[in-house]
């Protein structure tokens, strides 16, 4: 019987690539600072090679980020939620916890629609005039 083919693994995407791009480094530059070499490095960013742990902690201080933006966070993305916070006064990033806070904790559990953007007030206000005039 020959032998069966194993199937290629198929790797999850990263932002390895873009991170090192974000920050205007050389792949021959980053690997010189990490102790690998560029091809290698290469391979990794294309999902090629499996990468380490410890390889992802030393990108991560060498980028400036933190671990898991490697992995789920493409710092290009100018309309992403974190492009905003990175760009925020300490003040500002209050004020945005406390409105996403007040965001989440007002959306229904179970569902991904938005919510009516009146205010809880206000929907048992509308609630209210709409049984009155259901009764009348």
Known sequence: MPPVPKPKR??????????RKYRG???????????????NLGRIEKGEVPYSQDLLEMLAD??????????IRDPSDAQGIWSLWEQAKPAEREQIVRVAKALVADAPSGTS???????PE??????A???????S
């Open 62 to 71: 060498l980028y400036g980020c933190e671990v898991s933006d490697l992995l």
């Open 122 to 127: 206000r929907s048992r206000q509308t609630s």
């Open 10 to 19: 198929v790797r999850r995407p990263n932002f390895l690539r873009q991170w």
């Open 25 to 39: 480094l050389s792949l021959a530059a980053v690997g010189a600072e990490i102790g690998m070499d560029g091809t």
């Open 129 to 135: 005039k709409s049984r009155t005039r259901k009764a």
């Open 113 to 119: 629609t938005p919510r009516d953007p009146q205010s």
